[in-house]
């Protein structure tokens, strides 16, 4: 494969970002070559610059960077591709000088300066359209949520991150140089930014889905606040039940879809059971990321993809006879290529990932849901199990596997839900960068990896992935070390 393909979209930014970079910037004069000075003095000047923060979820960490992170790195997929920093993420073998990880970094971050220059600009605006129909509260809602999903990507990915809440404009290593914060206090202001959000967020905009499922509400706000305090260290499950009612209860009336299929037969997008999904188009808005995945009969080449599912992952649907998830998450075809875990020789039978369908060279309006509400579904069941109300949590669970066309779970104890549990979301939820949080909140990432019996067909040996408790958070990327004499390492890696 053209490595030039798999960093087509990447945007590798700083803190020192001073005005957000957004294609919609353009149409709006003078912001394409304003300065912050003189930049925010209307209305459409404060909308561009908070679509240039929506804009973020077009780059590669949300493309398939997060997936690389969740489901590769746990028992979900191989890596697949020929990329060795991919192979270094599915063996857990990943350095501080992987490239990815500054990619990754680069790109939060420089989505949070965008959200902070909305944050600090558009209070200030003297434009009355702006405060007509509580727009401006509902923009720094926006703008508060937008901050606090970033962030949250950065603290499951890396642990305690520097907290930077307002535009740097200077280039001196005193403003630019934040030492990190401690986990709790990346999850406090996480928590403190959607305690706001969900205050001025409305719960759909005008009622019309194409706009309430690509914009921030208060159905999203109140979903991420679910998952923050479920995965937080200090884990608050009153906290995580209260706002999963809340999102289930929610005037914008989310529902499950009638068939799993249909979130992922490209007819279905913005449905009920969506809170929040990446929006691709085609053309310039696209997905190139199914090209990635999709086999050679979809896709129209034939070089190895990447993310391949797992023989435990496929194991795990076929040991619950689960063949409606199965069906609609993995895909056989015989591939031109030797993979070492399915099938040695060229032609043999190989899994893809398959919740992405349609790979149109490279521009797929394929989208990736960012929130959704099984996940939420599952959550709520987690909680009420930690609650020790397991009757109630398994009524949850039912909900989930009525949909996948299965029987109730045999589950009844705590210890037996809290297994079950895990074991549905794996299922509703793989390939949807979801897996490596859920095996750390469970605190069992380290075991299960350890326990996984993946033969390398090559050697006919055990793969071994050697997991360690420090393997549970990233490197902080070599070259922010360098930039930012206030950064420490995570233990485990030099």
Sequence with gaps: MKTKNIALYTMTVSLMLSAPSCKDFVDLAPISSATTANAYNTAPDAEAALTGVYDSFAQEYYIWDNILFSDVISDNYYAGGDNPEIFAIDKLEITPTNARLNSNWGQLYGAIA???????????????????????????????????????????????????TSPISST?????????????????????????????????????????????????????????????????YNKVLQYADAVISSPADYRLMPSFDFLWDGDHYNNAESILEAQFEGGPEANYGPQLLLPPSISGDSWRKFVTPSKDLVAAFDNENDQVRKNATVLFENAPWSDEYWALPVGGSVPFAYKWRSANGW???????????????????????????????????DKIRLRAGLPPSTASTQADLRSAILNERRMELAQEAQRWNDLKRYGVAVEVMNNLNEIDLRTNTKTNYNAQATDLLLPIPQQELNRNTKLTQNPGYN
């Design 114 to 164: 965008k959200a902070n220059l909305v944050l600090q600009k558009v209070p200030g605006i003297q434009d009355a359209a702006l405060d007509k129909n509580n727009r401006r509260a509902e923009m720094l809602g926006e703008a508060s949520f937008l901050r606090a999903f970033h962030y949250y990507q950065l603290v499951s990915l890396f642990g305690g991150v520097p907290l930077v």
């Design 172 to 236: 001196e290593p005193g403003a630019t140089n934040v030492p990190r914060s401690t986990e709790e206090e990346v999850y406090a202001q996480i928590i403190t930014d959607l305690e706001f959000a969900v205050t001025v967020l409305p719960d759909t905009y005008s009622g019309v889905a194409s706009i309430s499922k690509a914009r921030a509400t208060k159905g999203a706000a109140n979903a991420l606040l679910a998952k923050a305090y479920a995965q937080k260290p200090s884990k608050d």
């Design 363 to 397: 521009a797929s309006t394929n989208r990736q849901y960012l929130l959704r509400l099984a996940d939420i579904i599952l959550l709520k069941a987690e909680a009420l199990n930690e609650l020790n109300r397991p009757a109630d949590a398994k009524l949850e669970v």
